[in-house]
């Protein structure tokens, strides 16, 4: 940490200071020059620990505190050096051998300076002693700044752990996310027109040649469109039916060509949606068209939509052979239609019933929210009369 850096480099800025200060009258020539040599050889020795940061600093302390000690005995001078030295001690050494070597130094310092001019005083006994007390107590106060330095270190890089995770994890939840929406629309769109597909070819099979002509030209139109809508759906465009038309035009039209003499019926009068809604509720319709196309032998389809206040809610209804919901086909396979329908209409915070039983027919009811801005527009087309096998709307339909 920058603050625990600060603190060191101004501790050993403090032991060169007081070295240079005790060596002084030395190069002064006012005090013998025999300290010089040793002195150096401290400085030197003091400094290549530094540098070098060694793992076991005992050698490199009991060297540097040798050299003082030689110092300290050829020149009192030299006593003010101790405090540095007190703080070294605190910080390389264990506590149980850090307060005994401070009480040594500090009785060193003061046997020399009893040796000093003067004799041993009270000042110059309190003086190496409240110098030791004070580096103890500030010692204990840079152990704790430096526990909490390396606590706070620790929770930073937890943080960063946990944010590498996070992202980790959004960037997994975005491919799981996009790899959904691709499932859907291939499953709403190329899989139910390449169905349509087989069946117009299987049917063109056992027709008439003229009867067999409409088949291959419908299967032609079918494959175009498919190809259209792989195209937008891989770059997430509008949907080339709301692109030609407003969304009950669109549903009337795939309603014509999916399950051919259904009802299409318009509630309400039509307001503008996002974009995401209107997509979601084209691609249930077709989904559910075409299971009834593949699977209901129903004589009667009806799909009607309603644009209530606040809510607009989509209904499908047939009375084919119907099934027992929950239960998956008959030969194990896994199916992919109600699943992506619920997870449409659950990412709108919409709903979802689906209503059937054998021999009952199906019915499918979806509602969901319309905000407050939504603006009426005309319909592209008038709604075809509900026919008699038009089932009554399901109006506030839940999932």
């Known amino acids: 940490m920058p603050s625990l850096r600060l603190v060191r480099l101004a501790v050993h800025g403090a032991f060169y200071v007081l070295l240079a200060i005790a060596a002084g009258p030395a190069l002064a020539g006012t005090a013998p020059v025999a ?32 050299l003082w000690l030689l110092l300290l005995a050829m020149d009192h001078g030299f006593s003010y050096v101790a405090f540095p030295l007190f703080f070294l001690f605190l910080h390389a050494m264990p506590v149980r051998w850090a307060h005994p070597a401070v009480a040594a130094a500090t009785a060193a310092v003061v046997a020399a300076q009893a040796g000093a001019p003067g004799g041993l005083t009270a000042a110059k006994v309190i003086g190496p002693v409240a110098g030791a007390v004070v580096a103890i107590l500030t010692g204990y106060g840079y152990a704790a700044l430096y526990r909490e330095s390396r606590r706070r270190q620790q929770l930073i890089d937890d943080l960063l752990h946990t944010r590498d995770e996070l992202a980790a994890a959004q960037r997994e939840a975005g491919r799981l996310a996009e790899r959904q929406r691709l499932a859907r629309e291939i499953h709403d769109t190329l899989a139910q027109g390449l169905s349509s597909i ?85 691609r249930l319709t077709q989904e559910a068209l075409a299971n009834v196309a593949r699977h209901a032998r129903a004589d009667h389809t009806a799909v009607t939509i309603a644009f209530l206040d606040g809510q607009v809610t989509l209904d499908v209804y047939d009375d084919g052979i119907g099934f027992t919901p929950g239960d998956g086909p008959a030969d194990g396979r896994r199916t992919f239609g109600l699943h992506g329908m619920r997870e449409r ?54 999932a």
């Open 35 to 66: 300290v010089l040599p040793p002195a150096a050889v401290l400085a030197a020795v003091y400094g290549l620990g530094i540098v070098r940061s060694a793992r076991r600093p005992g050698p490199w302390l009991a060297a540097v505190t040798a």
């Open 198 to 282: 087989v069946l117009l070819a299987r049917a063109a099979e056992t027709a008439s040649p003229e009867a067999a002509r409409a088949r291959m030209r419908e299967a032609g139109r079918t494959a175009a469109d498919n190809l259209a809508e792989a195209r937008r759906f891989v770059q997430a465009l509008t949907p080339p039916a709301l692109e030609e038309a407003p969304l009950p035009e669109a549903l009337r039209r795939v309603t014509e060509r999916t399950v051919p003499g259904a009802v299409f019926r318009l509630d309400g009068d039509p307001c503008a949606l996002p974009m995401e809604t209107e997509v979601a509720l084209l």
């Open 345 to 398: 209409i659950a990412a709108l915070g919409g709903t979802l019933t689906v209503e059937s039983a054998p021999g009952e027919g199906t019915a499918i009811a979806a509602a969901v929210p319309v905000g407050s801005g939504a603006r009426p527009r005309e319909a592209a087309g008038e709604a075809a009369p509900a026919g008699p096998a038009a089932r009554p709307r399901h109006t506030g339909a839940a």
